[in-house]
T-cell receptor
Framework: AQSVTQLDSHVSVSEGTPVLLRCNYS??????LFWYVQHPNKGLQLLLK??????LVKGINGFEAEFKKSETSFHLTKPSAHMSDAAEYFC????????????FGKGTHLIIQP | EPEVTQTPSHQVTQMGQEVILRCVPI?????FYWYRQILGQKVEFLVS????????KSEIFDDQFSVERPDGSNFTLKIRSTKLEDSAMYFC?????????????FGPGTRLTVT
């Protein structure tokens, strides 16, 4: 079985400062890992994915994440927060192939202070 | 850019009634999924569908749920006899093989309210 733990339910940062959203995973297999973002009243948008290629993954809107197998972590970062980054962020793991369902973390609500 | 669409955006129904939630996946995708998100809780996998049959289902997906791809474009989730606890946001997703992986693309969701 696989699972993800998002260590913070809420993160608040000031605009222009770095963002760090933490995620730890558990998987019996070599996992595929994703970060999705959900803006208010919108669907889920894929930010980035890790699929056993490069451990540092770059996504959209300046976000990146680093896969660390020894720490079973996949933290999401951004050097400089923008007001438009305010949203719910989900760390997600998938066990394997195309038909496998995704397992979501509980989400981290990112608040950007002006 | 192609996207997954869902209708209706909001559905209100009475307990015990049947509802059908509709999705149009991205046209060249082969895998289809339903997820739900109860208010304040995490997104949960319900079912995946490939080659006109269920590939995987969670323990949530019991006999009151069914899925169908009635034609070449639509993918539906039917809840036979709705309960209050079925109130949730239901997301449809589809995936195809892109850049050595299967990325799932989500629709905007249908908010189901059971009264």
């Amino acid at each position: 079985a696989q699972s993800v733990t998002q260590l913070d339910s809420h993160v608040s940062v000031s605009e222009g400062t770095p963002v760090l959203l933490r995620c730890n995973y558990s998987s019996s297999y070599s996992p595929s890992l994703f970060w999705y973002v959900q803006h208010p009243n919108k669907g889920l948008q894929l930010l980035l994915k890790y699929t056993s290629a490069a451990t540092l993954v770059k996504g959209i809107n300046g976000f990146e994440a680093e896969f660390k197998k020894s720490e079973t972590s996949f933290h999401l970062t951004k050097p400089s927060a923008h007001m438009s980054d305010a949203a719910e962020y989900f760390c997600v793991v998938r066990r394997g192939g195309g038909a496998d369902g995704l397992t979501f973390g509980k989400g981290t609500h990112l608040i950007i202070q002006p | 850019e192609p996207e997954v669409t869902q209708t209706p955006s909001h559905q209100v129904t009475q307990m015990g009634q049947e509802v059908i939630l509709r999705c149009v996946p991205i046209s060249n995708h082969l895998y289809f999924y339903w997820y739900r998100q109860i208010l304040g809780q995490k997104v949960e996998f319900l079912v995946s569908f490939y080659n006109n049959e269920i590939s995987e289902k969670s323990e949530i997906f019991d006999d009151q749920f069914s899925v169908e791809r009635p034609d070449g474009s639509n993918f539906t989730l039917k809840i036979r006899s709705t309960k209050l606890e079925d109130s949730a946001m239901y997301f449809c997703a589809s995936s195809g093989y892109t850049a050595h992986s299967y990325e799932q693309y989500f629709g905007p969701g249908t908010r189901l309210t059971v009264t």
